[in-house]
């Protein structure tokens, strides 16, 4: 049983290039998300989709798009990175409903230079 | 809207001592709170949760919380520290009628540091 499982889990990029987080979970859950953490700053929320077609902002949206490929996939892009995009990545899933546990990823980790 | 303050940043306790992690909450809802652990260059893993119910919550490794509506406070404790404590640990309050909107706000985090 994997849980929550994201790639890649370490990355370096320049300034301006795009990639794409992608993460998978296989516990049937309805909700997904997508959180930043930084030093100092707890979690931060991205960007969160309750169920397949559906996405909505977070707190720091900016720089971001996502995709709820499926029920098991939810990605991050960064269109055009920049040096305060490096952070490590988290994604979380949960079956909807208020009070359920969030379940995390094991992070990824960006690096802009 | 909610919001979850950690006081301290850094707790240090020795071997054996007293773990109290401080977590103070502001919700205008009954609220869902939770206490994540996470050990270095790893995710997040559930320590515990208060949604209904008892007030005192116990969860893995010997730590419980206890929710206190007056003092709007979740202070995580263990009795006696371990060194595999060593962690940073996230108080998070779960926000979200359910269905559409649910999610959790965290803390800052505090750094537990087990001195020998």
């Known amino acids: 049983n994997a849980g929550v499982t994201q790639t890649p889990k370490f990355q370096v990029l320049k300034t301006g290039q795009s990639m794409t987080l992608q993460c998978a979970q296989d516990?049937?859950?309805?909700?997904m998300y997508w959180y930043r953490q930084d030093p100092g700053m707890g979690l931060r929320l991205i960007y969160y989709?309750?169920?397949?077609?559906?996405?909505d902002k977070g707190e720091v949206p900016n720089g971001y798009n996502v995709s709820r490929l499926n029920k098991r996939e939810f990605s991050l892009r960064l269109e055009s990175a920049a040096p305060s995009q490096t952070s490590v990545y988290f994604c979380a899933s949960t079956q909807q409903g208020a009070g359920n546990t969030i379940y995390f990823g094991e992070g990824s980790w960006l690096t802009v230079v | 809207a909610q919001s979850v303050t950690q006081l301290g940043s850094h707790v240090s306790v020795s071997e054996g001592a007293l773990v109290l992690l401080r977590c103070n909450y502001s919700?205008?809802?009954?609220?869902?709170l939770f206490w994540y652990v996470q050990y270095p260059n790893q995710g997040l893993q559930l320590l515990l949760k208060?949604?209904?119910?008892?007030?005192l919550v116990k969860g893995i490794n010997g730590f419980e919380a206890e929710f206190k509506k007056s003092e709007t406070s979740f202070h995580l404790t263990k009795p006696s520290a371990h060194m595999s404590d060593a962690a940073e640990y996230f108080c998070a309050v779960g926000r979200g009628s359910g269905g559409s909107n649910y999610k959790l706000t965290f803390g800052k985090g505090t750094l537990l540091t087990v001195n020998p």
């Open positions: 919700s205008s809802v009954p609220p869902y």
């Open positions: 989709s309750a169920s397949e077609g559906t996405t």
């Open positions: 516990m049937n859950h309805n909700s």
């Open positions: 208060y949604t209904t119910g008892a007030t």
